[in-house]
């Protein structure tokens, strides 16, 4: 299976038609890196839930009695990951033009539904980014983030989360092992130096009895990674 996420995709599904609905919710079954939080017969309630409770995947019909489904989307101020759900090929250029990551035709099979969440958990950890190696991109309290690579100080690994240090800001906490960063990073710039520490090569000033020192912090060698770290320094 391939659903492999950093963290659970939270998802919600908006459609008047409760048979549309039971099927999106058996297909989600399946899949456990999505969860359903909700579901909505009623669009405009399911509108008022997503801006008093973030969610990182809407699936939403288009043609429904109070509101069209692409309207809704054009009136929300914080869009989530968006999949349309209709019976009308006519609006897949309007949906489209909202960068929505697909557009499902009903009635769709559970192989068609597969690849949609394929696109989903693809841009939900980063691989979509266009940034190149410029920037990680990476989930945090409900919102994608971009971080450029030059602002990365060190990344530390937190039980089951990694801790990125910036150049002046705030740290960003993220669900994400550090084999799942560290294949996001750029080998020749990131290198890891101990189970739970990552580090930027340029940072290095120097490196002294098992310490790497940086220019906020000195952190330990693992003694594993001792080899690697000789092998790059030469």
Known sequence: MFYCCAMQIRCIAIDDEPLSLDLLKGFLQKIPSVVLVRSFTDAISGAEF????????????????????????????????????????????????????????????????????????????????????????????????????????????????????????RPVMTLMTMKAVQSKLPPDRFKRIHRGYIVPIAKIRAVVNRKVKLDTIELPIGYSYLPDVASWLK
């Open 50 to 169: 997503i801006r008093a409770n973030p969610v990182d995947l809407l699936f939403i019909d288009i043609n429904m009695p109070d509101v069209n489904g692409i309207d809704l989307v054009r009136s929300l101020p914080t869009r989530p990951m968006i999949v349309f759900t209709t019976a009308y090929r006519k609006f897949a250029v309007e949906g489209f033009e909202l960068d929505a990551i697909d557009y499902l035709v009903k009635p769709f099979t559970f192989d068609r539904f597969e690849k949609a969440i394929r696109k989903a958990v693809h841009q939900f950890d980063g691989h979509d980014s266009k940034a190149g190696d410029d920037a990680l991109f990476v989930r945090s309290e409900y919102q994608l983030l971009r971080i450029p690579l030059e602002d990365i100080e060190y990344i530390e690994s937190v039980e089951d989360y990694i801790r990125i240090h910036r150049s002046g800001e």
